[in-house]
């Protein structure tokens, strides 16, 4: 139609990682400190799935800090976010300010959700800034982000498929104790006897996050569910999940 340009607005997304105990990767190991993976795990993500305009702060286990750093964002137009994603801070630990503040200074909608990892997922506005608060565990704000933010990311940005269709693939493994909440585990797709299986990795703990390095996707278990060998999964792949 002979114009060569035009402007996009891109939603802007802050990041608000928390925690006395997060250090930079840049700065030398310290005692009683970990390194801050959660924070660059998000950014890339976000980058990936198309999201562009990502700004990222820390937060201290300081609940008057938390409250001055939200406010000055908030009432700066140049800073305000779209939308707030936050890891940590909304478990039930003495530090974990965050929740608090967003209940008391925003809409706390829900708190807690029946899935492994991810149980203390968050759900809120600041500000009627949409407010996601992810859990800590670097394995559940992998799974949180993509089966649930993602999605509503998507949804907002106007599209009407926000999850990939799901693979029904045979498992070859066991899982004997039926599951109390819906489990989505880190599994990889192999080639056996001709036929595609999921393998699960052994340790599915929430904060091992090379479990997700090695894994193809995510293997939905239904609450209440055991699974033999053979037993048919919904299997995502991280590839289908991130390209929509």
Not at 110 to 126: D, H, M, Q, S, V
Not at 135 to 164: F, H, I, K, T
Request: hydrophobic fraction near 40%; include cysteine.
């Amino acid at each position: 139609v002979g114009i060569a340009t035009v402007k996009v607005y891109s939603p802007r997304v802050l990041i608000l990682t928390s925690g006395d105990e997060i250090q930079s990767p840049e700065e030398s190991p310290l005692p009683g400190k970990i390194f801050d993976s959660n924070g660059p795990l998000l950014a890339q993500l976000l980058q990936q799935s198309g999201f562009v305009n990502v700004h990222r702060e820390h937060l201290p286990d300081d609940p008057a800090i938390i409250r001055e750093t939200l406010n000055d964002l908030l009432s700066d137009s140049a800073q305000r976010p779209d939308v707030i994603i936050s890891t940590g801070g909304v478990s039930v630990g003495e530090e974990d300010h965050l929740r608090a503040v967003l209940a008391e200074q925003g809409e706390l909608d829900f708190w807690r959700l029946a899935i492994k990892p991810g149980k203390p997922f968050t759900y809120g506005n600041l500000g009627g800034i949409p407010f996601f608060g992810l859990p800590g565990n670097p394995s559940a704000v992998l799974v949180c982000y993509l089966m649930l933010v993602l999605p509503m990311l998507r949804r907002c940005c106007g599209a009407d498929a926000v999850l990939p269709t799901a693979m029904s693939l045979p498992a070859d493994f066991t899982i004997n104790k039926p599951a109390k909440r819906q489990e989505y585990l880190r599994v990889r797709c192999v080639v056996d006897a001709a036929q595609a299986v999921l393998q699960k990795h052994p340790n599915q703990s929430s904060g091992m996050l090379s479990s997700a390095v090695w894994a193809d996707g995510l293997a939905v278990v239904p609450v209440g569910c055991t699974v033999a060998p053979g037993d048919a999964l919904a299997f995502f792949s991280f590839s289908d999940l991130l390209s929509g």
